[in-house]
């Protein structure tokens, strides 16, 4: 199991205890960001924006922009193939 640590003194299971609980910490805040971020959602849908679309718009911007020109003509190949474009 790679590098672990024999948990023998108090001062390693101390250690220990504080990465668990910063963890714990850590997941505490990452739900309250996801709760935040699904109120920001149904405050869009209900202005009539479609949720689904906004999560492709995010996933988008987070691409470099060789990525995004490399995904659309991946995308427009496929849909003319199929003849939807």
Do not use: C, H, W
């Not at 990465?19 to 699904?38: M, T, V, W």
């Amino acid at each position: 199991m790679g590098n672990v640590t024999p948990i023998s003194g108090d001062t390693t299971q101390k250690k220990l205890r504080e990465y668990i609980e910063r963890i714990e910490r850590l997941q505490e805040d990452k739900e309250s960001i996801a709760d935040g971020i699904k109120v920001v959602f149904a405050e869009a849908k209900s202005e009539g924006f479609d949720p689904k679309v906004m999560r492709e718009v995010l996933k988008i911007r987070k691409m470099r922009e060789d990525e995004r020109q490399e995904l659309d003509a991946v995308l427009q190949t496929y849909l003319a193939a199929l003849g939807m474009a």
